[in-house]
């Protein structure tokens, strides 16, 4: 081949793979290669005018509502006042993917404002956050009032006890005894009809029920193995967990009911870090540090 021709032939494979670069999710890496490290960035979009991702970025913030209380997932560090866990590394992601720029940049635009279970649907309905976060199961009675993208983990309700405990083995053992959850969750109307003779004391955070079985109020607390998990890994030599999984709790992002634009970027960008390995880096650097091995991400539901 002739000088000429090899190097028309590089400007052609340079071409290309510049192409195929610009196909790839708009990110560019400039460090790791996992998003969940300052080292990657992404490109800002552009959205349409007067929808909610174009709204927001008007705003430049992003208001999510997350839970305070709960370790691996949502709980707020005493130290450095931050919120930490895999439901607030969602959250980051989700806000680069709308804002652009690094993870640290996409945090930066996130106001984290404490949801309880029970305040999860009036929260996204009277607009006091944009977007829930916050180990909130999907279920057809929310999506009356609420929509839900993803589900972006899937979790399974057990129980924990004293790790002295050994009479509660399974669901069936909470009949006739003391057990605690939160109120209006999937766990506590799971347990009125799998053990509907158990002596069931509900709070409004997990966190109080963990104190109510310390002092003996209750002799055990149900909901998710993976907020369970968290408390366990607080106090191993005074907790434990049984490890009898009984339902399946897909966790969906909470967002206002009818807005299927902002919902379906959601689902794209929950599709776009699941395929680009920042779903599970996130994992890893979260629940992965209780013991959960990283699964593989569930199948987004675009239910209409």
Known sequence: MSKRGWAVATVMVALSLVVAACGKDKT?????????TAG??????????????ANLQ???????????DQPGLGQKNPTTGKVEGFDVEIAKLIAQGLFGGSLSDAESKIEFKESTTPNRETFIENGTVDIVVATYTINDARKQRIDFAGPYYVAGQDIMVKASDNTIKGVADLNGKKTCSVRNSTPAANVVKLAPQADLT?????????QAMRDGRVQ??????SILLGFVANAPTEF???GNKFTDEPYGIGLKKGDTAFRAFINDRLEAIYANGAWASAFTATLGKLGIPTPTPPAVNRYS
């Open 240 to 242: 434990k967990i049984v």
């Open 202 to 210: 509900l709070f409004d955070q997990y966190s109080d029920c963990v």
């Open 220 to 225: 055990s607390v149900t909901t998710d193995n």
């Open 58 to 68: 008007a705003k430049g913030k992003i208001v999510v509502g997350t839970k305070f």
């Open 40 to 53: 990657v960035t992404t490109t800002r979009p552009t959205f349409a005018a007067g929808s909610t991702m």
């Open 28 to 36: 560019t890496e400039t460090g790791s290669q996992s998003n969940t």
